[in-house]
C-alpha cells in the first residue's frame, strides 16, 4: 500500500527548516543553506544539478527512491508572489528537474501544466492540500507520495493527519529565527492523534 512520506527535510537542532526572507539570491531562506550542508557534497546532490562525484550518503540516496509523486508548496517552486506575471519561470532545476515524476504545487493561482526533461510535469493545484494529495496519490498509483516542503507545506500536512512517514535530517546548528517546523503544533497530542487513527510511523529522525 502506497504512503504519503516526508523524506531528508533538514532542520536545524532548534527546528527551523528555513531562513528568513527568501529569494532569488536566497532560494532556501537567508541561512538556510547551511541546514544542507550534509547534502551538498553527496552524490546524490551532484547528480541533481549535472556533476559527477560526492559522497555516497544513505539518506540521501533514498531521499528520491520509490516516490510516484511529489508535492511542494508555491515556494519550493519559485520566489515569485502573487499572480504568475507570465509564464517564464518553470523552477529552480533547470530544463531537468530532479522529480522525474508529476510534481504538484500548491498555489492559490492558477496555471497551465509545465512538462519538463526527464518526466517531470509540474502541476498547479487551487484546490488546497486535499485536492493536491488526492491527484498526487492517484498519479502515484502504487508507489509513495512525497510532501517534499516547503515548511508550509509539511506542517498543513501534519496539522492534516495525512503524513504516514517523517524522516528528518537534523542538522547541527542554530538558526535562531526563520519558518519553525514544530511551532504551536501540540506533538504528543498530534502523535496520538495520528497513530491512534491509522496505526502510521509519526517520525523518524535521523
Do not use: C
Not at 551532484?46 to 559527477?52: C, K, N, T
Not at 510516484?68 to 499572480?83: D, H, K, Q, S, T
Amino acid at each position: 500500500m502506497s504512503k504519503v512520506r516526508v523524506r531528508g527535510f533538514a532542520v536545524s537542532v532548534d527546528g527551523f527548516g528555513a531562513g528568513l526572507d527568501q529569494s532569488m539570491e536566497h532560494p532556501l531562506g537567508k541561512g538556510g543553506p547551511e541546514l544542507m550542508r550534509w547534502f551538498f557534497p553527496t552524490r546524490a546532490f551532484r547528480s541533481m544539478i549535472g556533476q559527477d562525484g560526492g559522497t555516497d550518503d544513505r539518506f540521501a540516496e533514498t531521499g528520491m527512491e520509490g516516490f510516484g509523486a511529489f508535492i511542494l508548496g508555491r515556494n519550493m517552486f519559485g520566489p515569485i508572489r502573487g499572480e504568475w506575471p507570465d509564464d517564464a519561470w518553470k523552477g529552480w532545476w533547470g530544463d531537468n528537474p530532479p522529480y522525474h515524476a508529476p510534481t504538484f504545487i500548491l498555489t492559490h493561482h492558477a496555471r497551465a501544466s509545465i512538462v519538463m526533461k526527464g518526466g517531470t510535469t509540474f502541476h498547479f493545484v487551487t484546490g488546497g492540500i486535499e485536492a493536491a494529495l488526492a491527484q498526487a496519490k492517484a498519479a502515484a498509483g502504487d508507489l509513495d507520495v512525497k510532501i517534499g516542503g516547503g515548511v508550509s507545506t509539511v506542517r498543513q500536512y501534519l496539522l492534516a493527519g495525512a503524513i504516514d512517514e517523517m524522516h528528518l535530517a537534523v542538522s547541527p546548528i542554530v538558526m535562531g529565527r526563520g519558518e519553525h517546523l514544530f511551532a504551536g503544533i501540540d506533538l504528543p497530542s498530534l502523535a496520538r492523534l495520528i497513530h491512534e487513527g491509522s496505526g502510521s510511523e509519526v517520525a523518524s529522525v535521523a
